[in-house]
């Protein structure tokens, strides 16, 4: 079936550089993505949404990319900082009423 | 504001037991639904929930019962526990029309020997 996929399980950074986690997926019917961020035994916690009929949105430190012609995503955090570590994961809403979650990347940040 | 609160947070069971899986949410919200995350994998949805009264199978079903008899309360029923049921449980909730937002639990991890 469709799914929503990530490249990298796991991205080391050095703190204050840039950091970018990528996802792809592959239900063009998809109109509403999702970053979670889940720390060491806690919950996936809401990160930042997009539509599909947006490229780009920005909040505090972070920015997601939507490329919807070659079905990606990016997460792009400026300024890694050490509470930044964590396992992020993208999620897709195809239009249904659950959300699609890939697998995961680790985000190790450097001191 | 509570959130999302799922009891236990830790259990061992021995193969063939039963138990609920407690989930409560105080923000009114019509979605609710329950995810498993193993090891190295994202979460899949078990079951989920569009309203009190209504449930529904989500990808990884089987073994698994649910019910939503009020708008607040989503326990997840495990019939006979077997060892391929070891996971973390998330229990999450979400507005309805919002694109589904999911806030979640923090986790129930189950183990079962």
């Known amino acids: 079936g469709e799914s929503v996929g990530l490249h990298l399980p796991t991205l080391s950074v050095q703190e204050g550089d840039n950091s970018i986690i990528n996802c792809a997926y592959s239900n063009s019917a998809s109109d509403y993505f999702i970053w979670y961020k889940q720390e060491s035994g806690k919950g996936p916690q809401f990160i930042i949404d997009i539509r599909s009929n947006m490229d780009k949105r920005q909040g505090q430190r972070v920015t997601v990319l939507l490329n919807k012609t070659v079905k990606h995503l990016s997460l792009q955090i400026a300024a890694t900082q050490p509470g930044d570590s964590a396992v992020y994961f993208c999620a897709e809403n195809n239009a249904g009423n659950m959300l699609t979650f890939g697998g995961g990347t680790r985000l190790m940040v450097k001191p | 504001n509570a959130g999302v609160t799922q009891t236990p947070k830790f259990q061992v069971l021995k193969t063939g037991q039963s138990m609920t899986l407690q989930c409560a949410q105080d923000m009114n919200h019509e979605y609710m639904s329950w995810y498993r995350q193993d090891p190295g994998m994202g979460l899949r949805l078990i079951h989920y929930s569009v309203g009190a009264g209504i449930t529904d199978q989500g990808e990884v079903p089987n073994g698994y019962n649910v019910s939503r008899s009020t708008t607040e309360d989503f326990p997840l029923r495990l019939l006979s526990a077997a060892p391929s049921q070891t996971s973390v449980y998330f229990c999450?909730?979400?507005?309805?029309?919002?694109?589904?937002?999911?806030?979640f639990g923090q986790g129930t991890r189950l183990t079962v020997v």
């Open positions: 999450a909730s979400s507005y309805a029309g919002t694109g589904n937002v999911a806030f």
